[in-house]
Nanobody
């Protein structure tokens, strides 16, 4: 299994931007579909919300309706890194953001049960 480490979270004002990163090691990064989930304060792990997914070559992407047009997922296979650019943040975006890897890309809403590997999470807090 690939190991994942997120970074880039922090405190941001509503309307601002930030960029999350996820670095992979211990596996063949460019064979995995990658994605981001988030877990809002007070929610349990089983309630993690799918945010965005990207295929192994980076050519296929899709987003949850709640973030479409504001978030952008990308990956750099040469650097074993995935990114999530978050723009026009809203207080409702406050959550722990988790990097996820799974064997095959699908363009639907991913279930947490499909994920092979998780990162430890990075917290994003949006102030209004």
């Amino acid at each position: 299994q690939v190991q994942l480490v997120e970074s880039g979270g922090g405190l941001v004002q509503a309307g601002g931007s930030l960029r999350l990163s996820c670095v992979a090691s211990g596996g063949t990064f460019n064979t995995y579909a990658m994605g981001w989930f988030r877990q809002a304060p007070g929610k349990e792990e089983k309630e993690r919300e799918f945010v965005a997914g990207i295929g192994w070559r980076g050519m296929s992407t899709h987003y949850a309706n709640s973030v479409k047009g504001r978030f952008a997922i990308s990956r750099d296979n040469d650097k074993n890194t995935m990114f999530l650019q978050i723009n026009s943040v809203e207080p409702e975006d406050t959550a722990d953001y988790y990097c996820a890897a799974k064997p095959f890309y699908t363009s639907d809403t991913w279930s947490i049960n499909e994920v092979d590997s998780w990162g430890q999470g990075t917290r994003v807090t949006v102030s209004s």
